[in-house]
């Protein structure tokens, strides 16, 4: 149980163009969900928290209309990267918070954007 | 502030053997959970183990197990036999409060030799 999807698993694009990044929770509902981002070797950086039905709250210096967020029913929240540039090229991980305290991540996503 | 100190940034054991992976932790919060992560080269985040701080109880899972000290903020992980699979990122973590969001520590990668 409690596992957690993440599509695409790899994107990649030309600087301006806008992606798209899916979380789901297969086999549990996620009231729930957060967006982290993480370089190479280092930690995870949470960047926003997902609330269904609801805005998403940012982490400060995480921008909002860069970072689009929504969280559309309870199984599902998406990251939409806009006007991409190569510095928004990372990893991308979400997670869900399932009962007990405890978040569940996805398999992350590459994005590379040239 | 609330942090999560990992003090080893790589360790190394050989198969078979035990090795405990250390973590300290600093919150002004009463009750709270304390989870490790491992994260293996295909950059999955998977849970080892929780902690609910109000149990003193130490918990393990299989070859896991969990020293936790509340009055010293340490929560310390133990792998017996160690196998190769083990070999990752393992990453200290503990939630904040009602907002149920995880604080990392920098992460300890360990490498479990033939």
């Known amino acids: 149980g409690a596992v957690v999807s993440q599509h695409p698993s790899r994107v990649i694009c030309k600087s301006g163009t806008s992606v798209k990044i899916e979380c789901r929770s297969l086999?549990?509902?996620?009231?729930?969900m957060f967006w982290y981002r993480q370089f190479p070797k280092q930690s995870l950086m949470l960047m926003a928290t997902?609330?269904?039905?609801?805005?998403?709250?940012?982490e400060q210096g995480v921008e909002k209309d860069k970072f689009l967020i929504n969280h559309a029913s309870l199984t599902l929240s998406t990251l939409t990267v806009t006007s991409a540039h190569p510095e928004d090229s990372s990893f991308y991980i979400c997670?869900?918070?399932?009962?007990?305290?405890?978040?569940?991540f996805g398999p992350g996503t590459r994005l590379l954007v040239l | 502030a609330q942090t999560v100190t990992q003090s080893q940034p790589e360790m190394s054991v050989q198969e078979a053997e035990t090795v405990t992976l250390s973590c300290t932790y600093d919150?002004?919060?009463?009750?709270?959970?304390l989870f490790w992560y491992k994260q293996p080269p295909s950059r999955q985040m998977i849970l080892v183990i929780r902690?609910?701080?109000?149990?003193?109880q130490n918990a393990t899972e299989n070859r896991f197990s969990v020293n936790f000290q509340k009055a010293a903020k340490s929560f310390s992980l133990k792998i017996s036999d160690s196998q190769l699979g083990d070999t990752a990122m393992y990453f200290c973590a503990f939630t904040r409060g009602a907002t149920n969001k995880l604080i990392f520590g920098t992460g300890t990668l360990l490498a479990v030799q033939p």
């Open positions: 997902s609330n269904e039905g609801s805005k998403a709250t940012y």
């Open positions: 919150t002004s919060e009463s009750n709270y959970y």
């Open positions: 902690q609910e701080a109000y149990k003193q």
């Open positions: 997670s869900a918070y399932e009962r007990r305290e405890t978040q569940y």
């Open positions: 086999d549990f509902q996620a009231t729930t």
